[in-house]
């Protein structure tokens, strides 16, 4: 048997956490002893892959034979056995593990150009990404074309900034370009702190080479020498990857003096992040590098002109940079040709919360948000009944159900109230209380605030005091017109993004979902039994066994009952802690 | 201390290091930040130890107090909210008997933290143990590693 045998085993974060490096190492035992013929063993490679989208299913495991690919899901060590012996030797895939239509029609409407090759090539091995054309895009650059050139191919790409306020790429490349200094640098903003993202640490985890390329063909653009990638140090092995993949691209000579001979030089250093939501945010990104308190400045001057140690920098987001390579090898047109006449390309989302294919995917811009939830997502878990999508984590908003026909691209989510944003998707169903979101997110704005002007210091604050007064049953009357009013202060007077955009998820979901705000201000009702405060738990006595778990739990003594008997809930006592409901094994406590 | 604080000097100053970095490698070594550490090294390099301070209070990450001996941390991104993270803590802080405002247990065995998101959003909800990621976690498989962690204490 001399077949070629290639084994792809998924080790992004999800992978991992699903315990694919325990599968890595079943296999390797399984492979060695297992009595396999030595010249299976020569033949077969086992790689560890970045990110391959679904990560619902995870671990992912690819067998390939001879250029026939099986995929198989939800793989656990113990099953590796079987895989070996029956497919790898014996040659026939274990068919009841193998995935089925869902995976196929989470990948049907995606185009991947970021992630073209995450999750298929081994991210700590840089021969992998060389082998799949990696870096030929920097070596045509540098040997074959001026910087003007090299912005002018990406102006004409259409491309525009994915960190969220969609500036176009090659226009900051070029005032970075014609600003007159003789220092300048490149930062990649890796500091990816939107709640409920990962497009970026799936990147950088799954294809690390691809960012730094897009780093080395933009600082070769504005002439920079150095670079710097501020990343968080929540995404550790997304770190751990980057550094091996910076060491690997000095020792093949694409980083330092003299970069493949043509005497320009550059070289990346990482800087971690520490942890503070508001320095994604360019001027508080700069000052957490120069090792100061992340605080926002006044713009202008933009960092374009007088950014880090007051000298030129330009500042992309990871997915806008690993865009940067597949654009240059393949070509403006063919890049402008993904998309809608105003957004180009495609966008990567991580698409979560109630939807059955959670997972990282790329879309083309301008595709509906029905085919992302219903074709790629599977639909709502459990078949419940959508709600709303909630876009661009804390300085977006929420787009309802009747929506759903809407293109996904930045000109048609800005005019609903929401924006595209970083790419983070979650999606909300019947069960998720909309107040309660809004309140979810200014309870995280309000604690990332950085203080430092009082629009977003105080007004975050207060907004924060009325969402939690009218969750807890306490609204008044004319809250909804207060909210709105305080929240249109704080976008007109606050410095920076973090205050400008902190009310949008309380705008969005007061347009769209006022008659929940009403339930809760004037019924003291929360419509989709959230609000603890607004419900109120009875025992159910058909269901109650009498076992008198609840009673136990109960902080307040407001239960009694006999044992084996239909206990009772004494309102008077109650505090509405849930604790009764949560401990019930027997569905005998309702709330409502 | 002073060794590792000499160590962490020499880094510095290599690596043309800054505040931040200096308080990320003194959290490294002692699992949080000292105060004799900062005035040792304001000392040295003549900064102020009000920027440390400064520094320490503003990101997230730095702890000026010592940390339980485990520590869990809760993601309270968007996605676990949505699928209860809330519970998990609740029902962690119980079983720990964790007092209002506190996040360690009295005899310093287990630290309970949040953290905004970890990006892990499509294994909704995750707990990290001792580094180590659990995505789709249970109140039941969360109190069960609780009770291992415990029980390992016991052993030891």
Known sequence: MKADIKIKVCMGTGGVAAGGADVIRAFKNKLKTAGIKASVERHCSLHKVGCRGLCAKDVLVDVIIDGNKTTYQDIKPDMVSGIVKEHIIEGNPIIDWTVGDEYHNFHRKQIKVVLSDCGDIDPEDISAYIAVGGYEATKKVLTSMTPEETIEVIKKSGLRGRGGAGFPTGLKWELGRKAQSEQKYIICNADEGDPGAFMDRSVVEGNPHAVIEGMIIGAYSISADRGYVYIRAEYPLAVERLRRALDQARKNKFLGKNILGTGFDFDIKIKLGAGAFVCGEETALIASIEGQRGMPRAKPPYPVQKGLWGNPTVINNVETLANIPYIIRKGAEWFSSFGTEKSKGTKVFALTGKVKNTGLIEVPMGISLREIIYDIGGGIEGDRAFKAVQTGGPSGGCIPAELIDIKVDFESLAQVGSIVGSGGMVVLDETDCMVNIAKFFLEFTQSESCGKCTPCRVGTKRLLEILERITSGDGKEDDIELLEALSNDIKATSLCGLGQTAPNPVLSTIKYFRHEYDAHIKDKKCPAKVCKHLLAYSIIDEFCKGCGACKRVCPAGAITGEKKKAHTIDPDLCIKCGACFEICKFNAVGKG | MEET?????????????????????????FGYIPEDAINWFSKKLDIPASRFF??????????????????????????????????????????????????????????????????????????????????KMTAENLMREIKTLKGKRNEG
Do not use: W
């Open chain 2, 5 to 29: 604080l000499k160590r962490i000097l020499e880094e510095y100053k290599k690596n043309e290091g800054n505040v931040i970095s200096v308080m990320q490698e003194i959290q490294d070594a």
């Open chain 2, 54 to 135: 400064g520094v320490a209070t503003f990101y997230a990450q730095f702890h000026l107090k010592p940390r339980g001996r485990n520590i869990i941390t809760a993601c309270c991104g968007t996605a676990c909210h949505v699928k209860g993270s809330d519970r998990l803590i609740n029902g962690l802080r119980k079983e720990l008997n964790l007092p209002e405002g506190e996040d360690n247990t009295e005899d310093m065995e287990f630290a309970v933290e949040k953290v905004a998101c970890v990006g892990a959003c499509s294994i909704a909800p995750v707990v990290i143990v001792n580094k180590k990621v659990y995505g």
